[in-house]
């Protein structure tokens, strides 16, 4: 599923990740520690012998003798600096492993062995870190790549530019330590720009749960994108997470379509209530919810004949099933691989007969995913379900979460 | 019996008339994906020929057989709709690897159908072999024979 998408963007994340490493800086950054008497090697303590006076260490601070993090450092470095310079002022100064041992000759006091380890409590070293700061020309070119791919994903205009706004608000002007991997840091951001676009996703069986029985669905869209299939697949679903489910046979008009959908719950084990072939869909609908109500089911599925939003006639009809079904929520349905075009189809719906979520099916044979990503962003409404093959069982719940792991080749957050 | 064996039937045959329509379908879907891939490619030709071309003549085909030389004006100022409904302008060169890569694109998606068309129409032939099955026992008066696989 939308394998050419992933492609381009695996290639977007590994050139926005180079951008990133050729541009992070190592600057240094006074930071308080406080090791043990014996210092791990790592962190070198002070150099001074030990007849020092006690305060001076401490006493010194490290923005008077060392450049702080106003003063970058302008040569880039590897991070194999970490903590590789000892003391303010004395940089380059040879570091001992361990810090001097009192002098047995010469024994101290119980006050002046306290002072002495005062000297190891607070210890103000200069760490090197990486930063991060990008620029605006930085990330430009990359940030074009990535606009063209997901223009060339058929991904709309006005959602492209979010996700383009959204990692150039991230990255741009911004510092940020830089402690992960570019790799990370390119996918944290790409995953939220494209979350954000996504929305929240809609759980079915939830709304479900707590609303009053039964739930009635309508299923509407253009004519073959698999309606009635996906009637069957959100039956099997729904039977699947534990509830009763009836479907209504609302296609009255197209030949065959009652015989398909009788055949689906047959084999499902779901009851359908049908009339013949020309009849009022709103009476067969009707009857469903009626049906429904009598024995206690919690979900009534509608199937309705295909239609173009404009198709006045086709329309009006809706109409009146909506006023007869009274529907809790309307679904759209429409097929992924038509891109952009199932976008403004469903924008066109969502304004004559409105729409509460979005079923987009053959998302398999979808090797772009620009209607999956721009179709929640561009209506306002939750892609509720993703069609991915022939069998019942090919009906995938749309999560966003789950949908940007797979696209950014990561797991789920 | 003679009940079951005419549900059966009745299954089968709606199995059928379903494998047809998608095959139908998937088919319809080969047939554009092979059209934009010729587009694409005749695209991609004139391209070609046009950077080629000293002074960016060409022939404008405007129906029934009947074509034009024209001359144009930016032979290497592509305007190239690359989806969304977006169109940009690209160099000749650019347009042509863009037009390239499209191609490809669509050549993986048709043998993607292809491969979904061709295990469904052995599903199909499955349903047809127990259909005549059924048929011919029927005819010889025989009960058909249980399902295999």
Sequence with gaps: MFEGLKGKLAGVKSRLGGVIIENAEEIETPVEVTPPIEAPAAVSPPTEPADAAPDEAPSSSPADAAPGPSVPEPEKRTLSGFFRRSKAGQPDEPAPAEPPAPEPALPVTDVEGAQKTGIFTKLKVLVTERELILKEDDVREVLDELEIVLLESDVALPVTEEIIDHVRRDLVGRHRKFRESPDEIVTETLRDALLEVLGAGFDLPGYIRGHERPVRILFTGVNGTGKTTTVAKV??????EGFSVVIAAGDTFRAGAIEQIDIHAERLGIRVIQHKQGGDPSAVIY???????????????ADTAGRFHNKQNLMNQL???????????????????????????????????????????????????????????????PLVFLGTGQGYDDLQPFTPAGMVADLLGTAEA | MVNKVEREVQVLQHYLNEYGQQMEMLSQQLQMIENGRA????????????AASEDGTVLLPVGAGASLRVKVLEPDQVLLSIGANVVVERQNAE???????????????????????????????????????????????????????
């Design chain 2, 39 to 50: 587009e694409a490619a005749a695209a991609a030709e004139t391209l070609t020929t046009l």
């Design chain 1, 235 to 240: 039956g099997a679903y729904l039977k699947r």
């Design chain 1, 319 to 381: 109409g009146k099933i909506r006023r007869v079904m009274k529907p809790d929520l309307v679904f759209y349905v429409d097929e992924a691989i038509a891109g952009n075009d199932a976008v403004i189809r469903a924008e066109e719906f969502d304004k004559t007969v409105g729409a509460d979520g979005i079923v987009l099916t053959k998302a398999d044979m979808d090797p772009k995913g620009g209607a999956a990503i721009s179709i929640a962003h561009t209506i306002g409404k």
């Design chain 1, 287 to 301: 009857d469903a919810v009626e049906y429904a109500q009598a024995h206690g089911l919690d979900v009534v599925l």
């Design chain 2, 95 to 149: 347009a042509k690897s863009f037009l390239e890569d499209r191609m490809l694109e669509m050549e993986a998606s048709g043998k993607r159908v292809a491969e979904t068309f061709g295990k469904i129409q052995g599903q199909a032939n499955e349903v047809a072999r127990r259909l005549d099955q059924i048929y011919r026992a029927v005819q010889q008066g025989q009960a058909p024979p249980a399902p295999t696989g």
